[in-house]
């Protein structure tokens, strides 16, 4: 829990307020110039749920993962329980497709 997320892709906010995550076809610059003057997108777009939404708008690299925890609950309430679990299994995919890091919260 005393870790905090920060995002390492792009994304954009849709009108219905759910978040699209744009992320990178090829990690080469090269390639995604040559994507771009075949007018193609450079970036995948990762439609995220209700709930996911709402996590990555809480991720900006200050909030810890207990209190991103908290604010979905009061978001979210009784529909988003058992929240911590289910904030592990986000994070961890989150993670291990390079969508976001965790850095250590260290006490002052």
Avoid at 37 to 56: I, T
Wanted: hydrophobic share 40%; net charge positive; with cysteine.
């Amino acid at each position: 829990m005393d870790f905090a997320p920060q995002a390492k892709v792009l994304s954009s906010v849709g009108e219905d307020g759910r978040v699209t995550l744009l992320v990178p076809k090829f990690k080469s610059r090269t390639l995604q110039r040559v994507l771009l003057k075949c007018q193609l997108s450079p970036h995948v777009r990762v439609r995220l749920d209700e709930f996911g939404s709402g996590f990555w708008n809480l991720v900006d690299g200050s909030r810890s993962i207990g209190e991103i925890g908290q604010e979905m609950q009061i978001r979210f309430g009784e529909s988003v329980q058992p929240v911590y679990e289910r904030l592990a299994v986000f994070i961890l995919q989150m993670k291990s497709r390079g969508y976001i890091t965790l850095t250590e919260i260290k006490p002052d």
